[in-house]
């Protein structure tokens, strides 16, 4: 008869291997990913993924460990106290191969490896070209690009998800994190081709806040920024639509239903002539800078480290593009990014 010692000892080896027989990363992945976004639709949605595919590896899962992960309550889902459990032990997982692909990473310098680069929403305007002469460089470098939005940048900042993150707004007080202003970002006043503002010069702010506008959705830093530069007018604008996307704004600019402030990145592929014009208004262009990003303590693999410096390097031909749409905007974030400076030595 078998002594029960050599049963208690050998019990956690039989449960690791059954899990490694029966459970994949692929579905781990995919747990950690809906336990995250507390849903199985954006889950798949992150993965591009179909939702059944998502709930046939989750049911896999709970299968090969014998316990449900996930319940209903309502309309939500909720993970159960073996999906709280198992959640911990992915995390930690995750990040210790995580520490060993950047370790693997540095090993083969830059021939080989992966950049996770997630952006908010304005930003995809400029991020893929960039992507595209970092790639020109190093071609051999796998590339994953996110595109969301504020909230869920924070979030996926929060859960060290991707290597950076390029924001318009650096989250101080929401998240320790290391920033880096890297190239303009200014902000117009657009309005249809055919509006009769486009031939005019030095618009008043006040003849801008008797027009139908169009703004972002509440928690936008374009919505903040709008807002910001009427108020400190005494003034406010005359909301007629809120939209959730920038291209969504630019339709219905087109559509005449109003103005809107937005990026100067927005009107990159259409140009100058383009069915969108941007009017001369005092106070604007608003210049704002984009970020690279990152936790702060984060240790940044190889790959990481060389696409924050080609960044910051990238400045000068993001800027040649901003004057190229708007003749001046160079000369503007230059003095802007002065000024910055300044405070900065002072602080």
């Keep these: 008869m078998p002594k029960s010692s050599d049963n208690t000892s050998n019990t956690p080896t039989a449960t690791s291997d059954f899990l490694v027989r029966h459970a994949t990363l692929r579905q781990l992945q995919v747990f950690e990913v809906i336990f995250r976004l507390g849903s199985f639709t954006r889950a798949a949605e992150e993965l591009f993924l179909t939702q059944p595919t998502v709930s046939m590896q989750i049911k896999k899962l709970s299968d090969a460990i014998g316990l449900p992960l996930f319940e209903h309550v309502g309309r939500r889902i909720e993970p159960t106290e073996a999906g709280i459990e198992l959640y911990d032990a992915c995390r930690r997982m995750f990040e210790s191969l995580s520490n060993f692909e950047m370790k693997v990473a540095d090993m083969k310098g830059l021939k080989r490896g992966r950049l996770r680069l997630a952006v908010i929403t304005t930003a995809k305007y400029m991020a893929p070209e ?30 060290n998800v991707d290597d950076l993150y390029i924001m318009g707004q650096v989250p101080e007080g929401e998240l320790d994190v290391q920033s880096y202003a890297f190239a303009p970002n200014p902000l117009v006043v657009l309005a249809p081709r055919d509006h009769p503002m486009v031939s005019k010069k030095n618009i008043r702010l006040e003849e801008i806040a008797e027009e139908p506008f169009i703004v972002r959705e509440p928690g936008s830093g374009m919505r903040d920024a709008t807002f910001r530069a009427f108020d400190a007018k005494g003034l406010r604008p005359k909301v007629r639509m809120e939209l959730g996307s920038n291209e969504a704004i630019k339709h219905a600019i087109v559509g005449d239903l109003g103005l809107s402030v937005m990026s100067l990145h927005t009107i990159l592929l259409e140009g100058i002539d383009g069915p969108v014009a941007v009017l001369d208004v005092k106070g604007f262009p608003i210049m704002r800078n984009w970020y690279m990003v990152y936790p702060k303590g984060k240790e940044l693999s190889l790959i990481a480290r060389t696409f924050l410096d080609f960044a910051i390097e990238y400045e000068s031909i993001i800027c040649e593009r901003m004057e190229s749409l708007l003749p001046g905007s160079k000369e503007a974030y230059m003095e802007s990014k002065e000024r910055g400076s300044k405070k900065s030595k002072k602080a």
Aim: glycine share 6%; aromatic share 6%; no cysteine.
């Design 130 to 159: 960039m992507l595209g002469d970092f790639s020109k460089l190093y071609s051999g470098i796998e590339l994953a690009l996110k595109v969301t939005n504020r909230d869920s940048i924070i979030e996926r900042m929060h859960n």
